[in-house]
């Protein structure tokens, strides 16, 4: 079964199925801060020792469940219906997903109804830090269409 493929012109692996045999990792980090984040948004942060100075928690050996991670969670309030931008803990299907993993950035790309979501995940050189940049998109007509719509990091 194919799940993605090597983007040669960007540098990048680019994951079509959010729902790959385990976690396909990417490792972000700088001088001491270091996160691993997975194509769902799974996965976890530390500063300079991964066993003891966890910042995020994470079940590394929990293979194949790749349950904790940073989530966004959007939800339709005129009909209730919710979804996760990176895929995971919600495992709602969407109309478009695609998680690029290239060097020293993840992005999380994916559709349900008229929303797009991306999420990009990356550690800034110098800083120990992660940043996290959700952007949403609107394709419905209306202006007032995306007020519906809320996110809520878990």
Request: aromatic share 16%; proline share 5%; hydrophobic share 30%.
């Amino acid at each position: 079964m194919k799940y993605g493929f090597f983007d040669d012109t960007n540098r990048e692996y680019v994951i079509t199925d959010p729902l790959t045999p385990s976690p396909w990792i990417n490792y972000l980090g700088c001088e001491q801060f270091y996160s691993l984040f997975s194509q769902t948004g799974g996965g976890y942060s530390f500063y300079r020792d991964p066993r003891l100075r966890r910042i995020t928690r994470y079940r590394y050996n929990n293979t194949p469940i790749d349950s904790n991670g940073r989530y966004f969670y959007l939800r339709d309030e005129a009909d209730g219906d919710f979804w996760s931008a990176g895929f995971m803990p919600v495992k709602r299907p969407v109309d478009e997903f695609e998680c690029r993993h290239g060097l020293g950035y993840s992005r999380i790309k994916s559709r349900r109804k008229d929303i797009s979501s991306s999420l990009l995940a990356f550690v800034p050189l110098g800083f120990n830090c992660e940043v996290l940049q959700l952007t949403l998109e609107n394709a419905a007509a209306g202006a007032g269409y995306l007020k519906r719509f809320r996110t809520r990091a878990g």
